[in-house]
């Protein structure tokens, strides 16, 4: 008998990338979930810089979490049609924009600091944007 994961899997193409596209889309849809249910996790990330509050509202917390989800979905896509052009490239624009948006609050608007808040959401963009371009031929015809 397979198990859950195995029947999960199962359709992915082969290769590590659409695995690591997969499990980001469903840790990005429990973050979708929690920056509805409570401002502690969007608060961590952006946390102000040293001498400002973090500037978190409820309604960016949702505004996050709907933008979050939506890359999830794309990326989502992307795991299972990593050999479609279209959709190879909308989940990089995705990681593209991510990376844009956390360094640019942190290094040009101050919204967040360094720090584990940031850092997560940091590395995965940087990581999956270079890993995603790097990989381009291997998985687009």
């Not at 992307?78 to 640019?104: K, R």
């Amino acid at each position: 008998m397979s198990s859950s994961l195995d029947q999960v899997t199962a359709y992915l193409p082969e290769g590590l990338l659409p695995k690591w596209l997969l499990f980001l889309s469903v840790v990005s849809i429990g973050n979708s979930i929690q920056a509805y249910v409570s401002l502690a996790g969007t608060r961590e990330v952006y946390s102000g810089s040293g001498s400002s509050p973090s500037p978190v509202t409820p309604l960016s917390a949702r505004t996050f979490g709907t933008w979050t989800a939506l890359s999830s979905i794309i990326r989502f896509y992307a795991a299972y049609n990593i050999h479609d052009p279209i959709v190879y490239q909308l989940a990089l624009w995705t990681y593209g924009l991510a990376f844009a948006h956390f360094f640019s609050e942190w290094l040009v608007f101050g919204t967040a600091k360094w720090g584990r808040g940031i850092a997560g959401p940091a590395f995965v963009s940087t990581i999956s944007l270079s890993w995603m371009l790097a990989q381009w031929g291997s998985y687009v015809k």
